[in-house]
């Protein structure tokens, strides 16, 4: 029963690609500005045109198994090397998925609550489901994809009276400065993480819609991702909207019922804990994926991994200012792991070995 339709692969999408961007939302807009929408589109379009590219060399391919594809390029231990920096780039993005979550519980709903067990309350389950099979995952990425996509509708329509858009305004007034160009290459590195997804193809079933599924799904998030930086900036202004570590969440508190009940709330807290739980899950169980060759008994390995990443979290959440750090940081090193390797690989793939094969065949 391990099938992945086209469909189904665009929950991936949206769940690895958006949660970042509009969860601390602040460290791209202090440094784009309130010109930092308007640089999102700039991303989206060129995230769009990569996952494309990768996307149309599977499909021409008939080779959906992205570790197939990396040693039909390289030799065995240059592979196992690019593989193992792939896997890295995962790892990272698991501990992001782990302490943005944790950090984002203690600093906005239970501060007397320490991170780590935030960080139990959020590995042991983890773990748990990764034991499980894709199946499991599959059913779990749908539904909650399909109920965070209803309630981010709900919530956007519920804060639209609250903006201000004359904070929006002069648009691109000095131009692309040096800091918006650093603005457009964190955003387009976290949009990268788009890659996780790329693992799951192997299961792919229904193949013939996946190109038209893909654009939908990036110009899904593309919209939300927009949104949010629009209702950050016109909520608080750009100055204010960068300084804030969890502008949703305070965005979020505006939405009252009676004057007292902060319905909002309900939103932005199962759209951030559950979509950060989901990335967390497809980061980990990519790795899984990458490796299921070489790792014999999955129970201990999900032990051991687990341990490893609780370690890197607790330490990455123990200050505020650091972990913020590492974000803006995780940002840039996103562009070696998920831009550049596989774009290299994929070109290297399509245009050397792939078209010279089809050459081959036509001309004998």
């Known amino acids: ?125 983890a773990g748990y489901v990764l034991l499980k099979k894709f199946n499991s995952i599959l059913v779990l990425v749908i539904i909650i994809g399909t109920i965070t996509l209803i309630g981010d509708i709900i919530l956007i329509a519920l804060l639209l009276k609250f903006l201000d858009f004359n904070y929006l305004l002069p648009i691109m007034e000095n131009g692309m400065t040096n800091d918006k160009w650093l603005c457009l290459l964190e955003i387009i590195g976290s949009f990268s993480s788009i890659v996780i997804a790329l693992p799951y193809l192997i299961y792919l079933d229904k193949k013939e819609s996946l190109l038209k599924h893909n654009s939908l799904a990036i110009t899904i998030s593309c919209i939300l991702i927009t949104i949010s930086f629009i209702s950050a900036i016109a909520f608080f202004s750009p100055d204010r909207a960068g300084k804030i570590f969890y502008p949703g969440y305070i965005e ?11 319905f909002g709330e309900l939103f932005y807290i199962f759209r951030s804990v559950c979509l950060w739980f989901i990335k967390y899950i497809l980061s980990s169980y990519g790795i899984l994926l990458l490796y299921k060759d070489k790792i014999k008994k999955q129970k201990s390995f999900v032990i051991f991994y687990s341990l490893a990443l609780f370690i890197a979290s607790f330490i990455v959440t123990q200050n505020q200012y650091f972990l913020f750090y590492f974000l803006r940081l995780f940002q840039l090193t996103n562009l070696v792991f998920f831009i550049a390797i596989p774009l290299v690989i994929f070109i290297i793939f399509y245009f050397g070995k792939y078209n010279k094969k089809v050459t081959k065949k036509i001309i004998p």
């Open 252 to 262: 979020s508190q505006r939405v009252q019922i009676a004057g007292f009940f902060e």
């Open 1 to 125: 029963m391990n099938k992945l339709s086209s469909r189904h692969f665009m929950f991936f999408i949206i769940a690895t690609s958006t949660i970042a961007l509009r969860s601390y939302s602040s460290i791209f807009i202090n440094y784009g500005g309130r010109d930092t929408w308007l640089i999102s589109l700039f991303a989206s379009l060129i995230i769009f045109f990569y996952f494309t590219f990768l996307l149309y060399v599977f499909r021409k391919t008939n080779i959906y198994n992205i570790t197939e594809i990396f040693s039909k390029v390289l030799p065995k231990r240059a592979n196992n090397i690019l593989i193992f920096i792939f896997s890295i780039g995962l790892f990272l993005s698991a501990i992001e998925s782990a302490s943005v979550n944790a950090n984002s519980i203690h600093t906005n709903y239970f501060l007397s609550t320490p991170t780590w067990y935030c960080l139990l309350f959020i590995i042991i389950p």
